[in-house]
């Protein structure tokens, strides 16, 4: 008897100094690990990927071997337990029941896990085959973006949003297919689950399917690129991103205007950009000219300001349109030619002032006759610095009945 309690008690002084000497290993490896996060984060190639996730990494890795650590210490502690009481022939029975006790969860465990091998090896087969799946669409799709894949009628910017589409759709289809073999997939509480984060789904997202929807329709339909000066609605500006849900548009006054695809497809779209490479955008601006002026030498000075105006271009060359022809004056439209649709506002603030030098500087008033009622006695609208050295405005003349002139 007092040989099986002190070697009762010597096992129970082993444990105590095992788990003191586990408890020390615990520190030691927690110390290394931070010594290990220090080292790689000292490189410079690993220095962002340390800095984000080290610290996140070093926890996981230490509540891991706690819990390792936590579960060797159990299980040696009933173990222990039953060796103790199995010393004994009054307690021997305990010992027995006890050894039973902690081995079920294990037995039980390990046979879960061989029933559900074979659908674990479907599982095994659905990933990878997925992932294949997946794998050879991006290399499709970064040979055709390299060129070395060419497929007639495909357009290149139609790559990558047909590779995002077509690869949800292989890991959708996998998930649907492995989704009876995943642990518990049978049971009625994880249908139920399913069924309503799916109807949560479904009645969160209407607004975000349709814009989708839109955004997919308009990548095949290609209205508009990265970089195009659009006006979609009252919104002018250029394109800066296309998602499936919403399109960035960067405005004239550096303001970033987020407009959902949905209504994007559903108004009209003037794209600045799209024939620029095929002949150029006309620009465009009219001026309203007395009939006393000679036609031909308002087209001249309106073409010769367009020439001087920065980003028009000279071939193909500036061109007049006489629009109408009004009451009071005549309608004169110059169209040129610009390859930067980007800078159309500068472009065109630039062409007016240029009309305005012109025009001045041919003694034509850019003006319309009903501006003033009598032209006789009154100074033209001409600055200043453009009228000839000896201009004199013109007298006020009144005729009168039976009499000469005076003046």
């Not at 294949?132 to 949003?161: C, K, N, Y």
Request: hydrophobic residues 50%; aromatic residues 10%; proline residues 5%.
């Amino acid at each position: 008897m007092l040989g099986k309690v002190a070697l009762i008690i010597a096992v129970w002084v082993l444990f105590a100094g095992g788990v003191w000497l586990l408890r020390r290993a615990f520190q030691w490896v927690c110390e290394r690990l931070e010594a290990f996060r220090v080292r790689l984060g000292s490189r410079r190639r690993l220095a962002g990927f340390v800095a984000l996730f080290g610290r996140q990494l070093i926890r996981i890795a230490v509540l891991v071997l706690r819990i390792g650590s936590a579960a060797v210490v159990v299980i040696v502690f009933f173990a222990l337990v039953t060796f103790s009481l199995g010393l004994f022939p009054q307690t021997a029975g305990l010992s027995h029941t006890l050894f039973e006790y902690m081995l079920r969860p294990f037995r039980i465990a390990l046979a879960a896990f061989v029933d559900y091998l074979p659908d674990f090896g479907v599982l095994i087969v659905v990933v990878l085959f997925t992932y294949a799946v997946v794998r050879a669409l991006h290399l499709l799709a970064h040979g055709v973006e390299a060129g070395v894949v060419v497929l007639p009628g495909f357009h290149t910017e139609w790559t990558q949003p047909t590779y995002q589409i077509l690869a949800f759709l292989a890991i959708v289809f996998g998930l649907v297919v492995a989704f009876p073999y995943l642990p518990g997939g049978n049971s009625p509480a994880f249908k139920g689950v399913s069924i309503f984060i799916g109807v949560l789904i479904s009645l969160g997202s209407t607004s975000a399917m349709g814009n989708i929807v839109a955004g997919i329709i308009l990548t095949y339909m290609r209205p508009f690129h990265l970089g195009d000066r659009v006006q979609i609605g009252d919104t002018l500006g250029d394109v800066t991103e296309k998602t499936l849900l919403v399109t960035r548009i960067k405005t004239i006054k550096n303001e970033e205007i987020i407009v959902p695809n949905s209504q994007i497809l559903g108004t009209h779209i003037q794209n600045y950009s799209a024939h620029v490479r095929h002949g150029g955008l006309i620009l465009h601006t009219a001026v309203t000219i007395g009939y006393d002026a000679p036609w031909r030498k308002v087209h001249e000075l309106l073409i010769a300001a367009a020439l001087k105006t920065g980003g028009i271009l000279h071939q193909p060359a500036p061109f007049v349109l006489q629009r109408s022809l009004n009451d009071f004056n005549v309608s004169y439209e110059i169209n040129a030619y610009t390859d930067q649709p980007n800078r159309m506002v500068d472009i065109y603030s630039e062409l007016h002032a240029n009309i305005q030098d012109s025009f001045n500087e041919g003694g034509v008033e850019i003006m319309s006759p009903n501006y003033m009622s009598v032209r006789d006695g009154n100074t033209v609208t001409i600055p200043r610095d453009h009228r000839p050295a000896d201009y004199q405005p013109p007298s006020f003349r009144v005729r009168q009945t039976g009499g000469g002139d005076q003046g």
